[in-house]
DNA sequence: CCCATAGTTCGTAACTTATGAACTATGGAA
DNA sequence: TTCCATAGTTCATAAGTTACGAACTATGGG
């Protein structure tokens, strides 16, 4: 089992950011690691938003987060443990992150309130 | 030949935002096209940081662009004038697209400076 | 030593993207 | 009109990427 890669944080780019924050996937647990206050681990994830995340798939998905430099993970023990590198990708890219989070959240939101907006008819 | 589709803006997703400039060839467009003073048709961009694009990606990707919801297309005689979303996008996700072209920028800036430090040998 | 847990890797089917070739639309010239 | 050039789209297909079940690996107990 090969070790777990990560790139310096001068090899990470803009793109690779965009792309692995392009999947609702990733976004979503990008975020969760972002808010939490110590280290999780993968299967921490296997549920996504009410969906269930095959491991492989979730394995794979935490590959790209990794490959992308926005997450660092360790092995400790059986587990291995994922932060974000949001420090290092601040002093790269300053501001991109937190746009990119708040607007999944802002659409997060919205897509609450359509729903509820949705579920009460309107005033005819 | 099917007209130009554009999502309404309620329709536009972060998601597709990432995704459409994820890919560097997209994502130069957009910023020229956001820093131009008017409409630019599509084959002002056959030619793409040195790179040529052949005129069916390139309809591809402004497909993928207008589809996201970060440009607007309208025919023109036999040219289609593109011009971006920008101000419609910044009232749904506001400062994404400027972190986004922000650090796309930065990452540009960045890649001269190494190029030109490569091409001068470090003191030894 | 064996098992359980946590995760990775592999194989393959499904999806996406890039691009040449053929097509369509528009506007002007003959 | 008809013909042609220009600008772009669409189609077919080859190449690349992603998802996920099955098989595998690593670690830490009993």
Avoid at 90 to 108: C, D, M, S, W, Y
């Amino acid at each position: 089992m090969r070790p777990l890669v990560h790139p310096s944080i001068e090899d990470v780019t803009v793109e690779g950011i965009l792309h692995a924050m392009s999947d609702p996937v990733r976004a979503q647990i990008y975020i969760q690691l972002a808010g939490a206050e110590c280290a999780a681990n993968c299967s921490n994830f296997l549920q996504v938003s009410d969906k269930a995340i095959p491991k492989s798939t979730l394995s794979q998905h935490f590959r790209a987060l990794r490959e992308a430099g926005l997450v660092r993970s360790e092995r400790q023990g059986v587990e291995v443990k994922n932060t974000t590198r949001c420090e290092e990708i601040n002093g790269r890219f300053p501001g991109l992150l937190e746009a990119i989070v708040k607007a999944h959240q802002a659409q997060f939101a919205q897509r609450l309130c359509a729903a509820s907006k949705a579920s009460v008819p309107p005033p005819s």
